[in-house]
């Protein structure tokens, strides 16, 4: 018998797994905060004897250093990535007991990074499970595009070929458990569903069911931004991340969160968009805690910059910290919890915006400025007639271009229409937070075009 449990991290978009038998297991790809990890061998009753890698990760810190050093686990990296620790390199075929009767194969599946690995779960000799990292996903595959644009057509051709090595050598009622492609990006699609098998892809996955080079076209044609906070990812990686902190940060006042606003410090609010508009500290940052507060928070942060957390709940914080190390934002400058009247000095009042629906802006009164910030392949499907478009992880960057007047902005839903908003307020501008689902904007009668 044997068992794999899922450990979701959704504000990534990632899954990592635990996976073994009786006695042991193994994890893979695990999360920075390895408690996580920790406690589910403790509900299965089992020692981890195995951490592997599937290639060093570019959006987040991995925990798998960390991990082994705390279990006396083996740590398994790929070999040909180039890191700066002690680890056991694997190379293509190699296998690993995990438990009596369970072994983990490797399977060298480049593609996504030069070196990624998949490693394939065999019970009493039959393959019932595959962990396929960045390289086959459900319905989708990881991005080719994320080590060196110069090797972005030759990954994206590995990509082809890695997962019809997997077509073969699998059979077809093979679970396959990707890492990736449940909201992160860097898959190249997002997940229809939450489970699949080497049958099913072989039906629906682009790179089993195209020629390689409508694949191929169709791959690189569909690739959007790169979250700037990428670039460090990998190299912590390599490095071998630090062990993480969480321990509550300094506590500030309002004379501190003053100061650090003054200084030119990120402060950001945690709390949801709906009270955030309605009072605010002025000059800070919202990014809702529930959220996917790690990913754009460190997209658009500039790197190292102090951030100050403003959270409703000592929870909430916690549960932010928890969200900012998997990304390498380790530790907090200052935090405070409460209510935001106390986060204001007196005889200072508190900032606030109107939110409005898409049938609202139909009926604004004077001219207006209309602002999306989706990306652009949301844009290109169909967008407001005369709006303004400048992607989120690019507006702190680009305000001055937004023509005069009040900005309306809105997303695909209201979440990042919120962010935007914030950022607009601080900067002074007159805004409406358009907190709508962009399918009511034709139902409201707006005008909509396609690129």
């Known amino acids: ?29 695990p999360p920075r ?14 020692r981890i004897s195995h951490v592997v890698e599937t290639h060093l990760h570019n959006d987040y810190v991995t925990g798998g250093l960390e991990l082994a050093r705390v279990t006396g686990a083996a740590y398994l990296v790929p070999a040909a990535a180039r890191v700066s620790f002690e680890r056991i390199p694997v190379h293509d075929g190699d296998t690993a007991e995990v438990d009596s009767g369970l072994t983990l194969r490797a399977l060298a599946t480049p593609g996504h990074t030069p070196h990624h690995t998949s490693y394939v779960l ?10 396929t990292g960045g390289s086959l996903l459900i319905g989708a595959v990881g991005r080719p595009d994320l080590v060196e644009p110069r090797l972005t057509e030759q990954l994206a051709r590995a990509q082809h070929a890695s997962a019809h090595r997997l077509a073969v050598e699998l059979p077809d009622e093979t679970v396959v458990l990707p890492t990736h492609g449940f909201g992160s990006f860097c898959s ?85 968009r709906v009270a955030f508009a309605e009072g605010h500290v002025s000059g800070s940052f919202n990014f809702e805690a529930d959220g996917k507060l790690a990913t754009y928070l460190a997209w658009l942060i500039p790197w190292g910059k102090p951030v100050t957390l403003l959270a409703e709940s000592p929870e909430q914080l916690a549960s932010a910290q928890r969200e900012l190390v998997r990304v390498g934002i380790d530790r907090p400058a200052a935090a405070a919890t409460g209510e935001p009247a106390s986060w204001i000095r007196p005889g200072e009042s508190l900032s606030a915006y109107p939110r409005a629906t898409f049938a609202d802006l139909v009926s604004a009164d004077g001219d207006v400025v209309v602002l999306d910030v989706r990306r ?47 950022l607009l307020d601080a900067a002074g501008r007159d805004v409406v937070a358009v907190d709508d689902g962009f399918a009511a904007a034709a139902a409201a009668g707006l005008s909509l075009r396609a690129a």
């Open 122 to 131: 065999e019970a009493a000799g039959e393959a019932v499970a595959v962990f």
């Open 1 to 29: 018998m044997f068992f794999v449990d899922i450990i979701e991290l959704e504000g990534l978009g990632n899954r990592s797994y635990l996976a073994g038998g009786a006695r042991t297991a193994v994890a893979v790809d």
């Open 33 to 46: 905060d390895i408690d996580q990890v920790v406690s589910a061998a403790a509900r299965r009753g089992v």
């Open 188 to 272: 190249s699609g997002q997940a229809e569903g939450d489970a699949t098998t080497m049958g099913k892809e072989k039906t629906v996955n682009p790179a089993l069911v195209q020629h390689v080079e409508s694949f191929v076209r169709q791959l690189l044609a569909g690739l959007g931004d790169v979250p700037s906070y990428y670039a460090h990812m990998g190299p912590a990686n390599a490095a071998g991340p630090a062990p993480l902190d969480l321990t509550p940060p300094a506590v500030a006042d309002a004379d501190d969160i003053a100061a650090r606003l003054a200084a030119g410090e990120w402060v950001v609010d945690l709390r949801n």
């Open 376 to 422: 652009d392949s949301e844009r290109a499907d169909a967008h407001i007639q005369g709006s303004v478009h400048i992607p989120l992880h690019a507006l702190h960057k680009r305000i001055d271009e937004i023509p005069e007047g009040q900005v309306w902005v809105h997303c695909a839903g209201g979440m990042r229409a919120g962010i935007a908003a914030s």
